[in-house]
């Protein structure tokens, strides 16, 4: 497909030389952006009061505990695709009201339960599986709908910001959980998530520019507006390359969340005190690398930002293999794992979502982000397989090195495209009969 020939099918195209305005003075974005705040919020603290009231209220045992991590997760791989088909059928506002509605009576039957004893592990596997369907929808259509509300040519600009929010929430959240489930109780604790989405709700039926209806062809079918999706990516070099690469860096990421934890316990020696610790200085780096990622991009290009990311992450990961023990140097590599790694990822992946949103035709954005971030979810899943057999088979050193060769191999492949050239929007796949 010659991509120099496209149709711009959404509005603010990105023009060379100019900057967008400030996006602190979209007022319909900052509804968007004080919604979801409050939601983030409140999302990163049920999800810890979720784990607290398992073991805590229900005394949960280990497999009960995986059992829930399954029921959180897997809907997310089962229902991605039909959710991006849903979203460029439908207006994506309502359907990210309608998300948030579903997750307000969903999380609070939780308190409502336990308040007249009649709360049992089977209910929250049924709300965490529901739950996880109804978010899948809102992540896929909020991507959708970004771009239609601030213009592809402030797309980075908004990614930014949102991402900035998530890190401040990411610090701050974990902590205030365990103090709320202490004063108040886990129950009470969901009951401000379940309160959080009724903020984001309103502040979305607050916004205020209008929403076409998407055209949808009278013989569509599902399975065939997935296979289009499949085809907008396959057709475009550059999301072929971002999917590609994604899906090698998805896997480094699969083996890192399998192996860390035992890596700093087992074999560097570490209690697990020390490991929170390390942590918030990720949040705090990844607040860093929001707030850097559209002088990044603007600098470099977007698509050198991603590879300078990606690479970046494999770095940190690098750090990690050069440990030994629990000394203060282990330490700084930690840290220093967490500080370019987070920073840097969050440069990678703001980037990345930027790209796709300015590339991916309006009307096919939904499969498209549905697409990526079924392959995501996947090859995370390939990923943690591959760090068991890899830490089992050498040790988990190995497995943490291995990561680290994937990562610059997703790095390379991104290299290898042409992504910054002319970033606009490619003519929508059509469907074969």
Known sequence: MDNSTAKLDSPGVAMPGVKPPSLFWHADFLKLWTGETISEFGSKVGGVAVSFLAVIALHATPAQMAALAVWRTVPALLFSLFAGV??????RRPLMIGADLANIVLLASIPVAAAFGMLRIRQVYLVMFLTSFADILFSVGYRAYLPTLVGR?????ANSILSATEAVAEMGAFGLAGWLVQWLTAPIAIATDA???VFSAVFL????KPEEAPVRRKDSRVAREILDG???????SRLLAIASSATVGAIAQGIFATVYALYFINVLGFRPGPLGMIYATGGAASFVGAALTTRVADRLGIGRAMALGLAAMG?????LTFAHGAGLVSIGLLVGQQLIGDSFGTIYFVSQMSLIQKIAPSRMLGRVVAGMRFLGLGASLIGALVGAFIGNLVGLRYAIGFGALLLAIAAGIIMMTELDAGAVPTAPAQATL
């Not at 849903?86 to 207006?91: P, T």
């Not at 040519?153 to 600009?157: C, P, S």
């Not at 499949?230 to 475009?236: E, H, V």
């Open 86 to 91: 849903w979203v460029d059928r439908l207006r």
């Open 153 to 157: 040519a402030a797309i980075t600009q």
């Open 195 to 197: 309160v959080s989405f």
């Open 205 to 208: 039926g607050l916004i205020g």
């Open 230 to 236: 499949a085809r907008s990516i396959l057709d475009d």
């Open 315 to 319: 770095l940190g990961f690098a750090l």
